[in-house]
């Protein structure tokens, strides 16, 4: 392998950054030319390309965002794209793709390697850590310690007016930033798309704690939660309780920006180094992640087929520690 591209592509998350920096050094201390492509499918499709060197990832590991940009690629779910994409790579003489992104990202590498089987590694970056073949994914620390920073200085608001507190939180398709920054800030509450919202549940248990004089209320819920997200609980709660008063915050993208934690930068270095080692070691086609502290390789087609498994005692915690 003498010349690999790397690119970013769908929602951008804290650690991206540090992923590059890892993948760029790793290659050029063996030997190994790196372009970048920017704006992820669609710059690949454009021959949106450049080197990169040494210095051009210098300083940026603890930069959130990426320098690369990223995308959503809408032209790259058609086959006619894709073979301008492939048309691109062979022109400029890659022999390997390294690909950091969520779900969308994988399906697409899933369709252009089942028509190109060009050696490719993918790493998970997306803050809603919903890929099967790891435990976490880039972005997903920093992104939950930002919810819960913001979560509990509303509760010091909440508090001293006696309110109902909504508090949205991004996962589209996915309860993990809800679940864990709820349970860190003790949320009265947690409303995430994989379990069913009972609202009567939800309304016995503020009337009850308005009986034993508890006013303040914090519901921590996932933007795509079955009762349709915030604004839905909100109006919900405020007709219901009406000498309460409810309030919403919606944290919306602060969550996928900011400076990445330790953690975020550490795995993103682990594994932009691995992606790098297992395409020398002839690895293809494979999300490299992190399962118990251990690397591992899961094929695309697994990471897309599968869902992340939410550990039943996260479950119950919502329960148990809420009342
Ligand atoms: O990248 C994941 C994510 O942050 C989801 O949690 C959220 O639903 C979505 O992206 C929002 O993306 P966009 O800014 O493209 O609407």
């Not at 399906?107 to 060009?118: D, I, L, P, V």
């Not at 909100?234 to 309780?241: A, G, Q, R, T």
């Not at 993103?268 to 790098?276: E, H, I, K, P, T």
Request: charged content about 25%.
């Amino acid at each position: 392998m003498k010349k690999l591209a790397l690119l970013c592509s769908g929602g951008d998350s804290p650690g991206m950054n540090a992923a590059i920096r890892a993948i760029v050094r790793t290659a050029l201390y063996h030997g190994i030319e790196v372009m970048g492509i920017n704006k992820g499918y669609e710059g690949l499709i454009d021959g949106d390309l450049w080197s990169m060197k040494t210095t051009d990832v210098s300083n940026i590991i603890q930069r959130g965002g990426t320098i690369l940009k990223s995308a959503r690629s809408m032209r790259f779910k058609e086959k006619k794209y894709r073979d301008v994409a492939a048309m691109q790579l062979q022109k400029n003489n890659i022999d390997a793709l390294v690909l950091i992104g969520g779900d969308g990202t994988f399906r697409g590498a899933q369709a252009f390697f089942e028509e190109y089987q060009f050696p490719s590694m993918g790493l998970p970056g997306t803050i809603d850590k919903d890929l099967a073949g790891t435990d976490f994914t880039i972005g997903f620390d920093t992104a939950v310690n930002t919810a819960m920073e913001a979560i509990d200085k509303i509760r010091d608001t909440a508090d001293s007016h006696s309110l109902i507190f909504v508090v949205e939180v991004m996962g589209r398709d996915a309860g993990y930033i809800a679940l864990n920054s709820g349970i860190a800030c003790g949320a009265e509450d947690i409303l995430i798309p994989e379990l069913k919202t009972s609202i009567p549940k939800l309304i016995n248990r503020i009337t009850d704690e308005k009986r034993r004089k508890k006013n303040t209320h914090i519901i921590v819920v996932a933007e795509g939660d079955d009762f349709g997200g915030g604004l839905e609980v909100k109006n919900l709660l405020e007709k219901e309780f009406p000498d309460i008063g409810a309030r919403l915050c919606i944290l919306g993208h602060i969550q996928r920006g900011g400076s990445p934690t330790y953690a975020d930068r550490v795995l993103a270095s682990r594994l932009g180094y691995n992606a790098v080692m297992a395409l020398m070691e002839g690895r293809r086609q494979e999300m490299v992640g992190i399962i118990n502290g251990e690397i591992v390789y899961t094929p695309y087609s697994e990471v897309v087929k599968q869902k992340a498994i939410i550990a039943e005692d996260i479950i119950a915690i919502t329960e148990v520690l809420t009342h």
